[in-house]
């Protein structure tokens, strides 16, 4: 998959996506990321890419021609369009899966107030939105996407990295039963007995009930 970003802080991509899994699905060829500066799409000498709102208002909006040029010019033909923004679509598991099988991504990260409204009309696929919280600017919410969806390309994940996926759809098994690890005694707090008995049918019964009764608890939605 080839994910390019359009952004205004090129800089604050450096370091998360250079780690761990992701790193290693780009060394493999299994991600091509492309972080781009939208001021290089600029031809003033001071590399506007905000002005004021017609009609007045607080904040600055993006300007509509740095955005229409380099989108056209990062565009192909399979390439998904994709504005971050807190108006957007709720982001979850389900569209990260989505979005795995895509083949071109293309992440378009806003700052002050958003976009011009003809950058939505015009030039996006979708909107998203990683969650009900206002940022700074939309390089960390481009990340939390590309993060969610390099796991899901075939290949990336080793088999033991895999099994968890299906946690967070609604419907699904919902959250995880609680695990523990050695010691069996750890600062007087004693790992439950059933999971030290071997009794293999006992374990995964356990197992079941504390994962429904954590759900019910603390995500009732995911039922
Ligand atoms: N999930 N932000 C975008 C600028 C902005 C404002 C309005 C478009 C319309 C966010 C989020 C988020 C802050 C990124 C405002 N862009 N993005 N930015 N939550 O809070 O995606």
Avoid: C
């Avoid at 290693?24 to 991600?31: N, S, Y």
């Avoid at 293309?106 to 009900?132: K, P």
Wanted: net charge negative; hydrophobic share 40%; glycine share 8%.
């Amino acid at each position: 998959m080839k994910i390019d970003v359009l952004t205004l802080f090129p800089g604050m991509f450096a370091g998360p996506l250079d780690e761990s899994i992701i790193m290693r699905a780009r060394k493999a060829g299994l991600l091509v990321l492309k972080i781009h500066d939208l001021r290089q799409w600029t031809h003033d000498r001071h590399k506007t890419v905000d002005d004021r709102p017609f009609g007045g208002g607080p904040g600055m909006l993006l300007k509509p021609e740095p955005l229409f040029e380099a989108v056209e010019s990062l565009k192909r033909e399979k390439t998904r369009v994709i504005l971050l923004s807190p108006g957007g679509r709720k982001f979850d598991q389900a569209i990260a899966r989505e979005l795995a099988q895509q083949e071109d991504l293309l992440l378009v990260t806003g700052h002050y107030e958003g976009f011009d409204e003809r950058v939505r009309e015009t030039l996006a696929d979708d909107e998203l939105s990683i969650g009900d919280y206002v940022l700074t600017n939309g390089a960390l919410p481009a990340m939390v996407v590309i993060d969610a969806v390099t796991r899901l390309i075939p290949g990336v994940l080793g088999d033991d990295e895999s099994s968890h996926d299906e946690s967070f759809s609604p419907g699904g098994p919902g959250l995880e039963y609680p695990q523990y690890t050695r010691p069996a005694e750890f600062r007087d707090m004693k790992v439950p007995e059933v999971l030290l008995s071997g009794n293999h049918a006992e374990i995964a019964k356990w197992r079941a009930e504390q994962a429904k009764l954590r759900t019910k608890e603390k995500r009732p939605d995911l039922l």
